[in-house]
């Protein structure tokens, strides 16, 4: 019954920032990973970044050093800190959320993930 929620979206200018949320319930996992996808119109989901229960976390070349994952246990929320935008992260972003093991790494690929939420819109203009 888990549930996520995304919130942040919007339209900025390039070199802008913006957060992204994801509000999460029914969450009851132990050892888990959550992580952020992107999806342009006519191209597959990627991975942006992932972040363990442990705080591990990955992010795509295209993104290092200018999006920060990070998440408030207490609250139960997921944060995407997207800094220096550009034109190509243009995107609908989804947050997604699973069990894991602490004898893996998080993956970066959507089949290894179980929920999803329903994405919030991204565009960055020139």
């Known amino acids: 019954q888990v549930q996520l929620v995304e919130s942040g979206g919007d339209s900025v200018q390039a070199g802008g920032s913006l957060r992204l949320s994801c509000a999460a319930s029914?969450?009851?996992?132990?050892?888990?990973?959550m992580g952020w996808f992107r999806q342009a119109p006519g191209k597959e989901r990627k991975g942006v970044a992932t972040?363990?229960?442990?705080?591990?976390?990955s992010y795509a070349d295209s993104v290092k050093g200018r999006f920060t994952i990070s998440q408030d246990k207490i609250k139960k929320v997921l944060y995407l800190q997207m800094n220096s935008l550009k034109s190509e992260d243009t995107a609908m972003y989804y947050c997604a959320a699973d069990r894991a093991s602490v004898h893996f790494a998080c993956a970066t690929s959507m089949r290894a993930y179980r929920n999803w939420g329903q994405g919030t819109q991204v565009t960055v203009s020139t």
């Open positions: 029914g969450f009851t996992y132990g050892t888990y990973c």
């Open positions: 972040i363990r229960s442990d705080s591990r976390t």
